[in-house]
Nanobody, 119 residues
Framework: QVQMVESGGGLVQTGGSLKLSCTHSGGYFDVVAWGWYRQAPGKERELVAT???????SYADSVKGRFTISRLSGQSTVYLQMNNLKPEDTAVYYC?????????????WGQGTQVTVSS
């Protein structure tokens, strides 16, 4: 059973930075796609960024130029560097993963980490 564990959330002022980490472990299932989603109170969960084993990345328009998803090749940890944070970035951030079968990062989920940006 794949487990994904996030860390690095917290409280930061507008314009500040945070770096989230996500480590996956468990079983013989492989993870070839990783994603960061977020869900703000009263809103639907939205995809923030993805990265695939080949290195390709994608971002939501709302975070382009401010957030960077990364992963060291061969390692089980994915990062989300968040710069120039805004109050609208406040949400619970979830790490996700996808196997080689789907190659879509929505099969495995972490428990979420709270990010709060004060104005």
């Amino acid at each position: 059973q794949v487990q994904m564990v996030e860390s690095g959330g917290g409280l930061v002022q507008t314009g500040g930075s945070l770096k989230l980490s996500c480590t996956h472990s468990g079983g013989y299932f492989d993870v070839v796609a990783w994603g960061w989603y977020r869900q703000a109170p009263g809103k639907e969960r939205e995809l923030v960024a993805t990265i695939h084993s080949g290195g390709g990345t994608s971002y939501a328009d709302s975070v382009k130029g401010r957030f960077t998803i990364s992963r060291l090749s061969g390692q089980s940890t994915v990062y989300l560097q968040m710069n120039n944070l805004k109050p609208e970035d406040t949400a619970v951030y979830y790490c996700s993963g996808g196997s080689s079968t789907t190659r879509t990062p929505n099969e495995y989920w972490g428990q979420g980490t709270q990010v709060t940006v004060s104005s």
